[in-house]
């Protein structure tokens, strides 16, 4: 069903070099075979074919914010949950490490750019479209489309770059040589752009099966909350999560509104249950099309993210594995013991015994019932997020339980094949993973799997010509963020019973007791939270620049064995802007980076 919305980004591409021209030369077109201003607004289709390469950049294959090498490698390499495979690209390890500078691989800034190019084109002749067309609502669904789209770009302008230029109007419209707003201003405009958006009331609370990936009015409200909270205005970001909350959300265990959390974790991260209810913000990827690599050149509607991270033995690059700390934290707390029943004890014949004061001797054994809970040793998160084999550090998590059956790849691979098969990428170095247990520290194998195509039965799974394991969507924002952002809002607001409440719909989920956590221990258990749940979703990096100092992040970067933690800076919270973008323009340099 994503056919309807993504054949759309078939004419993007078409549409893309006019809609990131810098020229007036789009407008002077006059050959009736190519778009034209004149020939172009003429109804829905033509409106939504423009918003549609809107939301391309920012999923370009290779190079957008997202996109699988200098997007996703970057936005997760510089966490202390990942470790970086040595002696690959010399960009993303300069990048893990703090070596980077404005030289350093094909940065995602111009990409962001061009998404903001082409939002802004849509607002400035949407009204072009004469009402025979289009009807005014949906004029005015796509116009707060095209201002949300607009402000999540510049909120990863703004929070990756500092400083940079506010471009409003379409660029042949705008000053060549504008330079760059403070980041006060670009704030304040994305929180304009967001609660127009809201305010307006014309983004749909939820889409019909062939506009799913479209933003919804839980997005942009998402969104806004994430604004407030980067900033650190905690209170209007406690006011706007909770109004979702309240209206849309249904409490773990339960359904009747637009959002909740999926019981069962890895659906996130498959194509089984894409656009689920769990889904915020999802960018939407396909099989169709031919296998290409690039951006918008060549027409591929996949994704080559499994291609990057997936092991060596089902097709992939094996790019980056779990960090020893990630593992250590992970393994940390468990579930309980593991089951038991009490049975007659039976002598050799089959016979019952008996105790002196005549009662039937009883013997605890496993309890058969594998559903039975605890129904796994360890956080239920673990199994979608990383290859391992539990058995081996006393786990008794079963196929019943529907998270792991021994093996991977439809049975095809085992955990030692997966790691045998990374050998020569972990020749340069690997971590030593210590299993936190009550018996003691255990030395372990542990590989990446969330976003890898481990649930498609083939030996190249991984390999971007597999067609299933290129069609996977990437979730952007999960409603698992909504309720971790508000319970660190809360907590900053000093309000622990919703703090506490937000926390526990997370622990549920991933199968952990209810507790309530003191004022002083929110915020540690919040960020052990996010850590867990968000690992390999390149969110790590982004939470601590929000929670700690300079200093801080470097010292809790050197206390987890980072990568290149002694090479961390100020300027390093930043990306440079890219050379290539300062030459001819007057544009300045991020004052950290000149």
Known sequence: MKKNWLS????????????TSCSDSFLDLKDPNHFTNENFWQDKADAESALAAAYSPIKYQMNGYYGAFDGWLNLNSRGDDIFTILNEEASMWDIATFQNSATTGNDPYGALYA??????????????????GITESDRAMIKDEALTLRAYQYFLLVNNYGDVPLRLVPSNEDDPNKTSS????????????????????????????????????GAAIAILGKVYATQHKYKEAKETLKGLIDSSYSPFGTSGKRYRLMENFVDNFTTANENNAESVFELQYSSDGDMSWGNEGGISLGSSLAQFVGPAKSGGWAKLMPSAFLVSEFTTETRGSKPTVLVPDLDKDGNPQYNKDGTQKMKEIANPDKTAEPNSKYDKRIYASMFFTPEEYGDWVTEENGWYDGKFYGGLFTMDDLWTGNASKMAGGAPIFNVSQASGAQIGKFLLKKYTAHYVKSKSADNMGNVEGRANNVRIIRFAEVLLLYAEACTKEADKDGANWALNEIRQRAGLPEKEFQQPELMKEIEHQCLLEFFGEGHRFDDLKRWYTTPQIQMILKGNDKQGAYNFREKHKYFPIPAGELNNSSVEQNKFWK
Request: proline share 6%.
């Open 8 to 19: 759309y980004m078939l004419v993007s591409a078409l549409l893309s070099g006019a809609l």
């Open 115 to 132: 998404g903001i190019q082409r939002a802004n084109i849509v607002l400035r002749y949407i009204d072009q479209v004469p009402a025979s």
């Open 182 to 217: 403070p980041e006060a201003e670009i704030w304040q405009q994305i929180e304009k752009d967001l609660t127009d958006a809201i305010n307006d009331g014309n983004l749909p609370e939820t889409r019909p099966a062939e506009q799913k990936g479209r933003i919804e009015q």
